[in-house]
Structure formats: C-alpha cells, structure tokens
C-alpha cells in the first residue's frame, strides 16, 4: 500500500555525478540490488548518519571517511541492498573495507575515497564475494542520467522509487538539486534502512555543504516517523560537484538562502516520499503543534501523538477519534501542561478546546476529515510562540502483516 | 485473546470491606457496569494516579479527597465502566461530584469520603442519571464476599476477571490482602483504562499506606506496557480497614517486611494479569535488563525494547529477529553505550554478544524459544549493577483490528 500517486518526476541530470546499477544478485535473483555513484574530483560531500548505537559497519566507516575526503580525485559511492551489514561485529567491519578497496582499486582511487552503504536484514553477513563481482556492471552503467535505475536500485520492501530534483537560477547562473531515497524509518524490518542521495552542480565548500546537509536533514528527515523504530543503518549523502560554476558561499546570502531553501525542499520531498510509501500505509498525516515554549517542546508533542499505537489505528479507522489525540498530548514528555490552553483541529476542524470537546464540532464533520487520505492534525498548546510539524503514517492490517511474516 | 490460561483464584474477604455490584445500564444493556466499595470507618486509605496531563475529572476528585478523609465515617469507592469521563471539561468535574454527592447522601457520609472512578470511551459526558440509578442496587448488593462480581464489573473488553488474594501469618495475627483490576493501559481505546482496588484487614497509617502503595506500583503497574499509551484514568487504591487487629508499623520492620513483600505481589499478580489480558496478545514477556549503570537506564532500555512495534511483530510472528532487539538497545535514550559489551538472550539462551551474533546460537534454537507463550528477552548492559524488569504483549493483527473498528 501507499498514499496518493506515485510521483517519480523528471530528474535533472546533475554535472560531475554518475550512477551506475546492475542486478547482483545479492538476495533476490530479479531485483537490481548494487548501485555505484561517482562524483567528479573536486566534488565535496557531506552527510548525516544514524544516532543507532548498533550503527552499521559502513556508517562507521563513512564517518571515518568524511574527514579524509582527497579533492584531486573523484569521489565513489557504493550501496547494497538485501543485507544491512550490522550486529555482524568486526567481521561486519572487515567486510565493508574489503567491498570499498575492490572499489577503489577497479576506481584507481584512494580507498579512503569509496563511502560504503548496505540496506537490509541486520545481523546476516554481508556476502562480499556477490558484491565486489556486481561492480564491474555498475561501473559499465554508469550515466549522469542513471538517477531513475538507481532510484531502483536501492529499494528494498519500497513499492515506489523515490526521487525529487530542482533547479534553480541563482545570479551566477543555474543549479541543479537531484536527489533519491528509499525506505521508511525502520518500518522495514529487515531492509532496516532510509538511506538518501542528494547530489548538486554547485560548488560548496565541506564546512557549507555539511551545515546546510544539518539543516535539510532536520526539517526533513528528522521529522518523520512510522514506527518510532531508529534503523541502524540510516544516512543520507549531499555531493556538491562544483560542475555548475556558480560557487555557493555565505558571503552571497541571497543565493545562499534561494539554494539553501531549495536544498530543503528536496530533502523534505524525499522523507515525505517516505511517508508515503511507508509499510501498510493508508494515510499521509502531519502532525502540526503550534504555541509551544520552544521547538523541541512542539516536536516532543508532535512525536508523541505521531507515534501512538491508538492514534494511528484511528487514522487507520477514518475514526475522529479525538480522546486519544488528547490523552497523547497530555503523556507527551513536556512539563506543567494546563490543559485548559490546549485546543485540536482535523484539517481546521476544531474538535477540542478547554480540556473538553469544543461547541461548534459535530461528529459528521470530524468523521468527514478523518475519510480524507491526507490529514493534518493540529494541535495548540497555548503556552508559548513556537512550531514543529512531525510527518507520519497510520497502523494497518498490512504493517502488521509485513513485519510479522518476514522470516516465517 | 489471552495468554494462558484464566486464573481468578480464591479471593479471601477482607474484614470490614464490602463490596457491591449491579447492572446499571449506563451503557451496554447486558453488562454488570457499576460497583460500589465500603471500607468501615477507621479504614485508611492511599491512591497512586495516571501522570496524564488530561487526567479524568473523577482522578483529580480522589486526589482531592485523599487529604480530606475523616476516620469516624466509612469511605466509599464508586466505579462506573462505559464512560471515562475525561476530556469533558468542566462538566465532567460537576458529573463526577454529582455522582458522589448521591452516594454520600444515601450513605450518610461526608461528600468528601467518596471516591470516584471511571473507565470508558474518552470525551463523552457520564450519564449521571443512569450511574445515580444504579446506587441502589449496588448498596443492596454490598457483602465482603463481593470479590468476584466487582472484578466483572469493572471489566470493559477485558476478556476475563483479574484478582489476587493472599493471608500471611505475622506475629501479631493473620492478615489478608485482596485485589481486583482491569485494563491493560491504554490498549483499550475507548476503555482508557488500568483500574487496581486493593484492600487489607491490617492497620496501616495513612502516610505508610501511601508509601507502601508508590512501592508496589513502582514494581508492578508502572512496569507493564502494552503500546505505551498512558491512559487519562489509570488508578490503584489501596485500602487498609484495620479489622484484622494487626497493626503494620516501621517500628516492626519483620512485619513490615513481610507485609510489603505480600502486597507487592499482589500488586504485581494483578498487573501481569492485564498483560496477559491485554488486546489481542498471544505471549506473556518479559524484558529483562541487567548490568546497567541505574535502574533508570535498565528500564528505559527495557521499555525501548518492549514498546518496539517491531520488537513486538515479530514476538507475534514467533521470529527470534534478534537484530530489531539490538537495534532498539541501540535507540534507547542513554548516554554512550558500547555495544561490544552489550549480549542479548531469549529464554536463556545467548544469542548476541560483542556487537554481533554469539558463536554458540543456532537459528533452530532460538525459533523454538519464540515458539513459547512466555518469553524472557534478556539484555546485559555491561556497565554496571542494576537491572529492571518490564512485562509486554506482542502486537497482533488482533491489535489493530480492536483498535481500529471501534466506532467504524
């Protein structure tokens, strides 16, 4: 299942980025499962991983390796999908170095240039062997235009690629902004992976590029939920190629905000894709508190409704439900609420206000919000000035379904 | 569903406590829906609450009358199923008073004696008109051996009754501690609650009474989840009527010893009764947490684990998915674990260890340990000395299938 039409749109191509896919046969016989990306010397990259204790192999080495970064030589992305590569322990990490030096070594680069990425059942071990014999296909691939086969390429139990791309005119001539992503939290049990790619033609300087990669991630990625299930192997990458010509710097605050701002966009349209596509979903819901002391007090909020078992059964009911929307909020780690300053709407709809149902609702109009496939619940807190949206899914038959039939 | 088999044993009376029980009609015709409670006058009495901001009005009264109780009257206690009255603002305060000031009257007690309860859909007025009808047939009921028709009378889907009554022998007699419950959480939606009377023939203070009450709850009701939704009526009470002649003083700490291990098992008993009973589960588990540097840290990791969706499918599933307990460790809110000392085992039997899968564990042996109704899933830390236990269900299509059709 998944919500709304799939929507995997025209992707601009991005200069100085190639991305080669091939069926590797890793797991499935019939799946493209191996995707190599390639980012011209001189690229800059960023990312944001995982806060998983059990992070994965490759996450740690990719963290390594960001302080390493050669620019006189291109840069090499590699993602498996079928097995995650974590709680495999030091074998895990000897696994992921050897897929990164066959890399570097077909490549002719430093291997410390090879940013490693795996995606699927945790504690299995990787099978190097099948990867390392699937790069030569992915390097034969390799295009500028190869974002749609590699969007592919990193599903896993994903019904739909995922990708948005931009482009935008800044004084110093056009960017492009493409990007692609997968996955959905850790709703995928065993494919327990959102991983994204983000690639741009402006040029970005490694500090820049990783501060702005910070803020897309946060109003993006980080605002989403399924399951409250933080996967091991979570990252997503941002490469600036530079290719464009037209350098992104904070002495230029008008294109820094227009890039940055587009930038975000991508990003937010990638998680929100996520959303959609997330196990079992019937709905497309954001969860916008308003009014409250400060952002992380609306986000704990936000998290908290998002995340309750009984509120997603009742999005997946269409039921108006509101109680359990209010007793959410009244669990929510957050300090002294008065509840007499809290109110709650569907879709505008005022439902509750003063601790207690408001005057004006009617349950025919709730119940008429609720059928909606896109919902918006909105909840004041009336203590302060401050907002956070949390994106998330209902809880259906089928994300039962899908995470108690694996492996049985 | 329920795990195990039903197991309402002897319920032992308790001396100057009596219990009534009726047919109210307040809202399913067929139901017994209403129970009314008598502790003779000398009783004492001690409460522990739901932390919801959005407590019931019926929740903030007890918690009034808990400083106001006068010891030459008998208290009262009154429990309606049906309605929670929650989230009804502040017509839900006057319902709740209207309802105690009926039974005060026709009791010939001091408003301020009876205590009020409610369990049911949230956001719905009580219908006061209905519970006052029913005192009658309550009041006529009442006898000590009202035991069973109160636990069926505080149920709403609960699919059987829950008590506990043990007699310990101390020194200065025999005493008796009885108790009812319901609930499982929030897992019933519109039932939003875990209700818990517990009643003893010794004499305890007030002030020791509510200590010895926060102890066992500490060890029994606040360490069960089900989905990790804090209902808006949860409540214990505990009442100690004195009439066994046995006094309970810390100048005795034997006695006292004894009597607190005593109630805490009965508080336990009837906290594990309600995972047992709890929407749509089929194992009985128990998350063990050791090794951890405070209790605080074992039961924030052990409640990761057990409020896992993932976690909990695959319990359903019978899956020993091990990867998605490392990766809820591996969430869990403490400051920089080291997963190379973490080791996890189902029932005994190791299966992770140093980060990745312990050399001894065979995939036969642990799907015949997931295969067992009750399930210990046993975590060490490595870090220090404290352990916590927390009990969970598993999350079935039954799960979803309760809380999704209710009102549709």
Redesign the interface.
Known sequence: MAVGKATFGVMHPVRGFRLGTTRARIKYPERRDLVVMEAAAGSTIAGTFT?????AAPVTLCQHNLSQVRSDQPLWLVINTGY?N???????MADARAVCEALAQQAGVAVSQVFPFSTG???EPLPVARVVDGLPGCLAALSETGWDDAAHGIMTTDTRPKGASVQLKLAGGTVTISGISKGAG??Q??M?TMLGYVATDAAVAPALLQRLARQATDQSFNVITV??????NDSCMLVATGQSGVQIEETNQEDLAAFSAALNEVYLRLAQAIIRDGEGATKFVAVEVSAARSQAEARAVAFTIA????VK??L????P????I??????APIEN?D?NGVSVALNGVLI?E????AESYTEAAGSAEMQKEEIQIQVTLGRGEAVATVWTTD???D???I??????
């Open positions: 806060r998983n204790a059990f992070c995650a974590a709680g495999t322990g030091a074998r895990g059942v945790i504690g850790m709703i049990p065993n327990a399951d409250g299930d933080t996967s091991t995340n309750s078992p009984l059964t009742a997946f009911a269409s039921d439900n509101w109680g359990r209010l007793a959410a909020v009244g669990r609420l509840v509750a003063q601790g207690g149902l809880f259906s038959y994300y039962v379904k995470n108690a039939d694996y492996r049985t």
